[in-house]
């Protein structure tokens, strides 16, 4: 069936956006709890943020609408709230830090004593000045015995056999250890707060489950720190089934199974979590390798439920699936359900420190094929288009940001003689507010205006009423965590950009003025990329 859809290929960079630096802080001590004073100290040496005269933290409870009572933005706009939240700027022996020691608690209005988790990032001035990304820090409970698993970082963690694990952890008081790998008790300490234990892999395939039980010599309290390692193993080599393309593949009359299939030359292994294996690093989720293409088939699903799911590329990067018509992050729970009724929640097991790990693709089999009533509409003649162009975020106050809201405004623009409508992007962008020229997955429209089928809606009825629809697209730049971006990007705190490597990206922009990541337009794969998306 024909869809009428006439596109604007931007190619300009946008001026005034911000950067977000990568770095996390280091937290004195490691261990505390609300009431607990702590040194927060950001090594800004080397990036952009060590030219800030200023900087101020910004800290939150993750999922509580609860803020600090000096997060303001400007800083500027109350020095006497915001002189609290000030960092103390050092610059010595060629390194730049920004340090401030404070007690979690007396940030907050409210009581915080049973939160479990703390946010914060340093900023500038303003936003525009720049700021660092997310950092959720753990909190311990005041007067309760606490424990905190230091090494290894990552759950599971990849390791060779005959290769050396290092686990570490920390007590709020002294504790005995008792250390079990695949069930069996491998290292004893007793008395004392900090643990460490060198333990050398003897297995050769497989997940390795570990427990480290930990209990307070003076309470017998117990503390049991579950997490595995995985040894490293080849990856199967083996054909695409015929019809198997890049991105999630159903398959017409089986709505039980679907194929995933991702792109990623040069890269070794990829692995598939989902909601369909409780997001595990497993090896029976450890995707065929076919060339450049990496491919697996996701079994047993229930039809029309919908599986967030992504990729984790070369034991190392989490994506989502680039070709995803719907995406989901931790930012959608500030989406009104009135834009986006029953939106799927982002899973607590899926998340992730870093920020730009935090987006997850959604798989669906047995969907409705939308239901289009105007297929037979012509689209006016490009010299006689008379357009209205408009934002969405700006055309409608907060709350009613949607294309359902277009749909009840469409006798608005007929009245106006318009016969085309051009909204700017509205691709999937990274938070709930933008211009839309921070794309990140070109397939998804963004949540934040209400669901695909709305936006189906919105453009049958504008066809109904002799409109046409026109979509502005964004190809010069691309925003983490896009796919493509993320698999060959350095993200090491200060430096933020992709890699020589990178098949999409260029290192640095090649003309002025631009922002978040320059795509390579001179490589067949961004040109695919993009009439891939074009096509779409």
Known sequence: MSKFYILIILLFSVSGFAQTTSINPVITPALFSPSDEI????????????????AWIWVWIPDQNIDAKYNVNPASNDTPLTDN????????????????????????????????????????NDWSNGQTTDYIANLSQADQFSALLIQPEFDPVFKNTNEALNIEALASDNADYSLSINNVVVDEKTN?????????????????????????????EDTIISFSYIIRSATSELARPAGIKSGINYHEGDDTRATLCLLAPMKSSVFVLGEFNDFSISPDYQMYKDDEYFWLEISDLIPGQEYAFQYLVDETVYVADPYADKILDPDDQYIPTSIYPDLKPFPQKAQKNKWYFNRLAILQTGQSDFNW?????????????????????????PNDRSYNNLIDTITY?????????????????????????????MFAPDKAYGTKNK???????????????????????????????????????????PTADNPWFNIDATHPFSVFFDMNHETDYTKNYMDTTLHY
């Open 413 to 441: 623009f007929k009245s106006l003689g318009v016969n085309a409508i051009e909204l700017m992007p509205i691709q999937e962008f990274n938070g709930n507010s933008s211009w839309g020229y921070n794309p990140t997955f």
């Open 455 to 497: 936006l189906k809606e919105f453009i049958d009825l504008a066809h109904e009423n002799g409109i046409a629809v026109i979509l502005d697209v964004v190809f010069n730049h691309q925003d983490v965590p896009n796919p493509y971006a993320a698999m060959y990007f350095d993200f090491t705190d200060g430096v933020m950009k």
């Open 192 to 220: 004392t707060t900090e643990y460490s234990y060198s333990h050398i892999v003897t297995e050769t395939e497989g997940l390795v489950p570990c427990s480290l039980l930990i209990t307070n010599t003076s309470t017998q």
């Open 85 to 124: 939240a000030k960092f103390t700027k050092t610059t010595a022996n060629n390194q730049t830090t920004f340090t401030i020691t404070f007690t979690p608690k007396d940030f907050f209005s409210g009581d915080i004593s049973q939160q479990q988790k703390l946010g914060m990032l340093l900023k500038g």
């Open 373 to 397: 009533n105007h297929d037979n509409y012509t689209r006016p003649k490009k010299e006689n288009l008379i357009i209205y162009e408009l934002l969405i975020r700006d055309f409608f106050e």
């Open 39 to 54: 040194t927060v100290t950001y090594d800004v040496t080397g990036n952009s943020l060590a030219n800030l005269s200023n």
